[in-house]
T-cell receptor
Framework: EAQVTQNPRYLITVTGKKLTVTCSQN?????MSWYRQDPGLGLRQIYY???????DKGDVPEGYKVSRKEKRNFPLILESPSPNQTSLYFC???????????FGPGTRLTVT | GENVEQHPSTLSVQEGDSAVIKCTYS??????FPWYKQELGKGPQLIID?????GEKKDQRIAVTLNKTAKHFSLHITETQPEDSAVYFC?????????????FGTGTRLLVSP
């Protein structure tokens, strides 16, 4: 089944404890993105990647890191999480041509 | 940078009625405008998109119109059904980002009552 998978789906952590949210797609898509979703603010793009080793900032990159070492994986790294990073995070992938972004199921992160 | 405003934030209609959601964008160079539908507990899903060289696009009960002069685009859903109930997001993609940088509106919660 063609899909974008994220792990973990739920995570509660404490301020300052480094964490990684993994994202993997099995559709051989060139492009991948990370978003956060907050009530009243909609979806905001954190980073996007148009190819292996190529990443660009979205609108809210502060406090996040990404890497694209393999085509299928695009992990999101929070080096020192803070409570304002409590949010619902989505990974997405797409390919040239249709450009439709396929979203994963989301990761709900709580930072206390 | 690009900024997208979306209205209304909530919209209630009766089954069979039409629904219209409107978005405005600030960057006149933006060239791609998708609409996503998000059902409860799921990730967003593309329902229709339009590029800046097209004024209107239709797919069955769904249509999108684009007015580049006014920097305004709208989603039209006709003959609404209860399964259309969801949150809808518009987005704009700035020129030169390969349609991959997306700036979303804040969403419209559509409720279709039987």
């Amino acid at each position: 089944e063609a899909q974008v998978t994220q792990n973990p789906r739920y995570l509660i952590t404490v301020t300052g404890k480094k964490l990684t949210v993994t994202c993997s797609q099995n559709m051989n898509h060139e492009y991948m993105s990370w978003y956060r979703q907050d009530p009243g603010l909609g979806l905001r793009q954190i980073y996007y990647s148009m190819n292996v080793e190529v990443t660009d900032k979205g609108d809210v990159p502060e406090g996040y890191k990404v890497s694209r070492k393999e085509k299928r994986n695009f992990p999101l790294i929070l080096e020192s999480p803070s409570p304002n990073q409590t949010s619902l995070y989505f990974c997405a992938s797409s390919s040239p041509g249709p450009y439709e972004q396929y979203f994963g199921p989301g990761t709900r992160l709580t930072v206390t | 940078g690009e900024n997208v405003e979306q209205h209304p934030s909530t919209l209630s209609v009766q089954e069979g009625d039409s629904a219209v959601i409107k978005c405005t964008y600030s960057d006149s160079a933006s060239n791609y405008f998708p609409w996503y539908k998000q059902e409860l507990g799921k990730g967003p899903q593309l329902i229709i998109d339009i590029r800046s060289n097209v004024g209107e696009k239709k797919d069955q009960r769904i249509a999108v119109t684009l007015n580049k002069t006014a920097k305004h685009f709208s989603l039209h859903i006709t003959e609404t059904q209860p399964e259309d109930s969801a949150v809808y997001f518009c987005a704009a993609s700035p020129l030169g980002t390969g349609f991959q940088k997306l700036v979303f509106g804040t969403g419209t919660r559509l409720l279709v009552s039987p």
